[in-house]
């Protein structure tokens, strides 16, 4: 029988991480994030199918964020060995994607095991999320420098202890105007110390909170959030983003010297407010993003297996992902003796093998299958665009109207509209949260003899 830890948890409030932050409770060994090449691949020769891909320098090409969100995390994944609910959602594109960061509106959410270890399989970096929506909490962390460092080092004990790679810091509140000094000194010490705690390590602001201390999204890198920018590693822009914000943006970043590629810009696939309107029409905000040379935080993936449901998750998912592959880079894990082996296992299905062989569990006097969900088991995985899912055909999508808080996820089911997409063998129809997948009709040829 086991005594350790079987699931993974987030720290409610402050008192709870402080209380728990000396003696943490081990989790079964955590992969180590595994090397990847100098060089990417582009997305877009590959999805024309190019037999000769050109190797391009990664330092200078901008980079892919995957912010998961999903009906406030912490469901099936947070089983440390696993569970039966083979139908969960799971990530697989791993190759294009940059950094993984796990979201939930606890205090302070550590990533699961399990995604930690598919992530770091891949050669992808996982953050934990900071995240406060009340007033309060702050009043006692930036009190004074030393509660500061108390808060900072707390952090980075979590994540060297989980052997994650960092944080994202999401301050949805307002900040007394007489502690944003100490606000900027948070982010300045807790980046410059978990740099020298934790190798690669990440810390990404999120653009809310103003050098005021108002909460006032600004949608782009200005003068009102720069401050925190140039104390990180990164800043993740709020989504309602236009073409000239990212352009100011860019000239701002210049200006400082900072590379423009430590710009996220934000894309929520539930569409709220952001260009495009989400969901299968998220390449438009894709293509405007990657026009300005900028990186992209894709917001909210889970919508595939969380709108339509787990019966067309496997389409789904695999469609919309095909429709971003384009604007996206492949990265090149690194693998022991340059050997790759796999046996493609996404972590979950209906029943286990080994050998190819299925494996069985009694039952009384029966042995049936055992389904599994468990992401710790996924092995590596080849993503790839499926050239027949890539849409030939596309319906003009209105724009998002604004939404109604930054938690409203109603925008992709409003309008009792009917979308058509094609490929160039399916026609798929999604009406709401149902989506119908239909085989065109065979071509019928006239064969002369």
């Not at 000396?22 to 060994?29: A, H, I, T």
């Not at 964020?65 to 406030?72: A, I, N, P, Y």
């Not at 992902?321 to 894990?333: S, T």
């Not at 050998?355 to 996924?378: I, M, T, V």
Request: charged share 25%.
């Amino acid at each position: 029988m086991r005594t350790e830890v079987t699931e993974s948890q987030p720290f409610k409030n402050l008192k709870e991480l402080f209380d728990n932050v000396g003696n943490l409770k081990p989790w079964p060994e955590i992969g180590e994030l595994r090397d990847s090449t100098d060089y990417v691949y582009s997305g877009l020769e590959i999805s024309a199918g190019r037999t000769r891909l050109e190797k391009l320098d990664r330092e200078v090409h901008p980079k892919t964020l995957l912010c998961h969100d999903m009906k406030g995390g912490y469901l099936e994944d947070r089983f440390i060995y696993g569970s039966e609910s083979y139908d969960s959602y799971l990530f697989y594109h791993w190759s294009v994607i940059d950094t993984f960061v796990y979201f939930s509106h606890h205090f302070i959410t550590v990533p699961p095991f399990g995604w930690i270890n598919a992530a770091h399989n891949h050669g992808v970096k996982v953050l934990g999320t900071v995240i406060t929506e009340r007033e309060g909490i702050w009043d006692v962390i930036l009190e004074s420098h030393e509660e500061v460092r108390r808060f900072a080092d707390a952090l980075i004990l979590v994540a060297k202890f989980y052997k994650f790679d960092g944080w994202l810091l999401n301050i949805e509140n307002t900040i007394k105007s007489e502690q944003v000094n100490n606000l900027i000194y948070f982010v300045k010490y807790l980046t410059e110390n978990i740099h020298e705690a934790i190798r690669n390590s990440e810390i990404i602001w999120y653009d809310s909170v103003t050098n005021e201390g108002k909460l006032n999204w600004q949608n782009e890198l200005n003068s009102k959030n720069i401050d925190f920018f140039l104390n990180c590693d990164a800043i993740y822009l709020n989504y309602n983003w236009t073409k000239s914000k990212l352009k100011n943006s860019l000239a701002l970043a210049k200006t400082h010297s900072r590379d423009i590629h430590d710009i996220y810009v934000g894309l929520d696939i539930w569409g709220r407010g952001c260009p495009g309107g989400g969901g299968f029409n998220s390449s438009y905000a894709l293509q405007k993003i990657r026009h300005e040379g900028l990186s992209v935080a894709l917001f909210g993936p889970g919508w595939t297996h969380e709108f339509f449901g787990s019966k067309t998750f496997q389409e789904v998912e695999d469609l919309f992902w095909a429709q971003l592959f384009p604007y996206l880079y492949v990265h090149v894990p690194i693998y022991e003796e340059e050997v790759f082996k796999t046996s493609f296992c996404r972590g979950s299905g209906s029943m286990y093998y080994r050998c190819g062989q299925a494996l069985y569990e009694r039952d009384g006097k029966r042995f049936k299958h055992k389904p599994f969900y468990n992401l710790s088991l996924q092995n590596p995985q080849i993503s790839v665009p499926i050239p027949h899912m890539k849409f030939t055909s596309s319906p003009q999508l209105p724009e998002p109207k604004k939404p109604k808080s930054e938690n409203d996820r109603s925008e992709c089911s409003k309008e009792p509209i009917q979308y058509v997409y094609e490929t160039r063998k399916n026609v798929i129809r999604v009406l709401k949260n149902v989506v119908n997948i239909e085989n065109k009709m065979p071509m019928h040829r006239t064969v002369r003899i």
